[in-house]
């Protein structure tokens, strides 16, 4: 069965660095693309970033551009996320999520989901 699970959320100053991980299991993630997604409260869950897992390829949210970096450990079938310089509107509950084939930025293209992680930028 295939199974998402997030990590390394927590409670960071404005300017702090996390780095969230997504470890999959039940499926290797070589024909797959891992998508982030946050969602704050009140608000609609927004894709920040996405890596197809084969060829490396990545794909970034203008809003995150710059701070955020998707990247692969194969051999431990997990997708990170580093986020440095975080601002307290990164505030939100961050998902990964699988899907075949390319990536994407829409939530509707995803099937796999985990269960999220907090993510807090507040001082």
């Known amino acids: 069965q295939l199974q998402l699970v997030e990590s390394g959320g927590g409670l960071v100053q404005p300017g702090g660095s996390l780095r969230l991980s997504c470890a999959a299991s039940?499926?290797?993630?070589?024909?797959?693309?891992i998508g982030w997604f946050r969602q704050a409260p009140g608000k609609e869950r927004e894709g920040v970033s996405c890596?197809?897992?084969?060829?490396?390829?990545?794909y970034y949210a203008s809003a995150v551009k710059g701070r955020l970096t998707i990247s692969r450990a194969n051999a431990k079938n997990t997708v990170y996320l580093q986020m440095n310089s975080l601002k307290p509107e990164d505030t939100a509950v961050y998902y990964c999520?699988?899907?075949?084939?390319?990536?994407?930025?829409?939530?509707?293209?995803?099937?796999?989901w985990g269960q999220g992680t907090q993510v807090t930028v507040s001082s």
């Open positions: 999520a699988a899907k075949d084939n390319g990536c994407s930025m829409f939530r509707s293209d995803f099937g796999s």
């Open positions: 039940g499926f290797t993630l070589d024909n797959y693309a």
């Open positions: 890596i197809k897992i084969n060829s490396g390829r990545t």
